[in-house]
């Protein structure tokens, strides 16, 4: 959640006129719970069965248990995938808070596309 967090305070991610959505494998009642707890307003969506994480190819960045790892996914508004990045990944760091200043730039290109 500290990433949503830092999301929703950021005039910069803001000035993008994004709509933001977190998507996570817990229940809704788990994802509402913990929505009203950090105080935030983005949308959470329950891909239980990894039905949209298959969907948009991200498969390939989850934990052996199926969980998701730390992806952003930029969708256009044809729902074509403009930009992926799995910052959960080893690969790419293994981390699960990114700050909106390294994001920023990444967002705004694939905006552009």
């Known amino acids: 959640m500290d990433q949503v967090v830092d999301l929703e305070g950021s005039s910069q991610f803001q000035s993008l006129n994004i709509a933001l959505l977190s998507i996570g494998t ?4 788990q994802l509402a719970s913990a929505a009203r707890q950090w105080g935030v307003r ?3 969506l329950s891909d239980q069965g990894g039905r949209v994480t298959r969907r948009y190819g991200l498969s390939r960045w989850t934990m052996p248990s199926g969980e998701p790892m730390h992806t952003f996914v930029l969708v256009g508004k044809d729902g074509r995938v403009k930009w992926v990045n799995d910052y959960g990944a080893p690969e ?3 981390r699960m808070n990114v700050p909106v200043s ?3 730039p990444h ?3 694939g905006l552009s596309k």
């Not at 817990?26 to 009642?29: H, K, L, R």
């Open 26 to 29: 817990d229940a809704i009642e």
């Open 42 to 44: 983005t949308p959470h």
């Open 92 to 94: 790419n760091g293994g």
């Open 102 to 104: 390294e994001l920023y």
């Open 107 to 109: 967002l705004s290109k």
